[in-house]
Nanobody, 123 residues
Framework: QVQLVESGGGLVQAGGSLRVSCAGS????????VGWFRQAPGKGREFVAA????????SYADSVKGRFTISRDNAKNTVYLQMNSLKPEDTAVYYC????????????????WGQGTQVTVSS
Protein backbone atom coordinates (compact mmCIF):
# COMPACT_ATOMS: atom_id res chain seq x y z
CA GLN A 1 0.00 0.00 0.00
CA VAL A 2 1.26 3.48 -0.90
CA GLN A 3 -0.16 6.74 0.33
CA LEU A 4 0.59 9.99 -1.47
CA VAL A 5 0.24 13.60 -0.35
CA GLU A 6 0.81 16.53 -2.68
CA SER A 7 1.81 19.99 -1.54
CA GLY A 8 3.21 23.23 -2.90
CA GLY A 9 0.42 24.38 -5.18
CA GLY A 10 -0.68 27.98 -5.28
CA LEU A 11 -1.19 31.10 -7.35
CA VAL A 12 1.60 32.39 -9.58
CA GLN A 13 1.85 34.89 -12.40
CA ALA A 14 2.53 33.78 -15.96
CA GLY A 15 6.26 33.30 -16.49
CA GLY A 16 6.79 32.42 -12.86
CA SER A 17 7.89 29.20 -11.18
CA LEU A 18 6.45 26.80 -8.67
CA ARG A 19 7.55 23.48 -7.20
CA VAL A 20 5.03 20.88 -6.14
CA SER A 21 5.95 17.90 -4.01
CA CYS A 22 4.58 14.40 -3.60
CA ALA A 23 5.36 12.75 -0.28
CA GLY A 24 4.93 8.99 -0.25
CA SER A 25 4.59 6.53 2.58
CA UNK A 26 5.23 2.80 2.63
CA UNK A 27 8.38 0.86 1.83
CA UNK A 28 7.19 0.17 -1.71
CA UNK A 29 7.20 3.88 -2.57
CA UNK A 30 10.92 3.93 -3.24
CA UNK A 31 10.50 1.04 -5.69
CA UNK A 32 7.58 2.71 -7.45
CA UNK A 33 7.47 4.87 -10.54
CA VAL A 34 5.69 8.15 -9.88
CA GLY A 35 3.75 10.21 -12.35
CA TRP A 36 2.31 13.70 -12.27
CA PHE A 37 -1.03 14.31 -13.93
CA ARG A 38 -3.24 17.36 -14.10
CA GLN A 39 -6.90 18.06 -14.61
CA ALA A 40 -8.35 21.40 -15.61
CA PRO A 41 -12.05 22.19 -15.16
CA GLY A 42 -14.14 20.41 -17.77
CA LYS A 43 -11.19 18.42 -19.09
CA GLY A 44 -9.85 14.91 -18.63
CA ARG A 45 -6.82 13.91 -16.62
CA GLU A 46 -3.66 14.72 -18.57
CA PHE A 47 -0.21 13.20 -18.25
CA VAL A 48 2.48 15.71 -17.27
CA ALA A 49 5.64 13.79 -16.30
CA ALA A 50 6.82 10.54 -14.77
CA UNK A 51 9.99 9.23 -13.16
CA UNK A 52 11.21 5.70 -12.66
CA UNK A 53 11.88 4.13 -9.29
CA UNK A 54 15.58 5.00 -9.29
CA UNK A 55 15.23 8.41 -10.88
CA UNK A 56 17.27 7.22 -13.84
CA UNK A 57 14.45 7.55 -16.35
CA UNK A 58 11.89 10.28 -16.90
CA SER A 59 9.25 11.17 -19.43
CA TYR A 60 7.43 14.42 -20.17
CA ALA A 61 4.39 15.55 -22.07
CA ASP A 62 5.28 17.66 -25.09
CA SER A 63 3.36 20.58 -23.62
CA VAL A 64 5.73 20.84 -20.63
CA LYS A 65 9.01 19.59 -22.08
CA GLY A 66 11.79 22.08 -21.45
CA ARG A 67 9.77 23.91 -18.78
CA PHE A 68 9.05 21.26 -16.15
CA THR A 69 11.52 18.95 -14.41
CA ILE A 70 10.62 15.88 -12.38
CA SER A 71 12.99 14.54 -9.75
CA ARG A 72 12.93 12.35 -6.67
CA ASP A 73 14.72 11.98 -3.37
CA ASN A 74 14.17 8.44 -2.15
CA ALA A 75 15.86 9.22 1.17
CA LYS A 76 12.98 11.64 1.78
CA ASN A 77 10.31 9.54 0.05
CA THR A 78 9.47 12.57 -2.07
CA VAL A 79 9.03 13.32 -5.75
CA TYR A 80 9.19 16.89 -7.01
CA LEU A 81 7.86 18.69 -10.06
CA GLN A 82 9.67 21.95 -10.74
CA MET A 83 7.57 24.11 -13.02
CA ASN A 84 9.17 27.08 -14.77
CA SER A 85 7.90 29.54 -17.37
CA LEU A 86 4.36 28.81 -16.28
CA LYS A 87 1.48 29.65 -18.60
CA PRO A 88 -2.21 30.22 -17.86
CA GLU A 89 -2.97 26.94 -19.63
CA ASP A 90 -0.97 25.13 -16.93
CA THR A 91 -3.75 25.96 -14.49
CA ALA A 92 -5.16 22.71 -13.11
CA VAL A 93 -5.30 20.40 -10.13
CA TYR A 94 -2.04 18.47 -10.10
CA TYR A 95 -2.07 14.86 -8.90
CA CYS A 96 0.77 12.48 -8.23
CA UNK A 97 0.31 8.75 -8.69
CA UNK A 98 2.40 5.62 -8.12
CA UNK A 99 2.66 2.27 -9.90
CA UNK A 100 5.23 -0.51 -10.41
CA UNK A 101 8.86 0.39 -11.07
CA UNK A 102 8.52 1.49 -14.72
CA UNK A 103 7.11 4.76 -15.93
CA UNK A 104 3.90 5.11 -17.89
CA UNK A 105 1.92 8.01 -19.29
CA UNK A 106 -1.42 6.19 -18.93
CA UNK A 107 -3.35 7.17 -15.80
CA UNK A 108 -5.20 3.83 -15.75
CA UNK A 109 -1.89 2.06 -15.13
CA UNK A 110 -1.36 3.83 -11.81
CA UNK A 111 -2.62 2.15 -8.65
CA UNK A 112 -2.28 4.89 -6.04
CA TRP A 113 -3.28 8.54 -6.20
CA GLY A 114 -2.93 11.61 -4.04
CA GLN A 115 -5.70 14.10 -3.35
CA GLY A 116 -4.29 16.78 -5.65
CA THR A 117 -2.99 20.31 -5.27
CA GLN A 118 -4.31 23.36 -7.11
CA VAL A 119 -1.98 25.34 -9.37
CA THR A 120 -3.33 28.58 -10.77
CA VAL A 121 -1.39 30.70 -13.25
CA SER A 122 -2.67 34.22 -13.79
CA SER A 123 -2.11 36.12 -17.03
Amino acid sequence: QVQLVESGGGLVQAGGSLRVSCAGSGRTFISSAVGWFRQAPGKGREFVAAIGWSGGSASYADSVKGRFTISRDNAKNTVYLQMNSLKPEDTAVYYCAARGPWISSAPEEYNYWGQGTQVTVSS
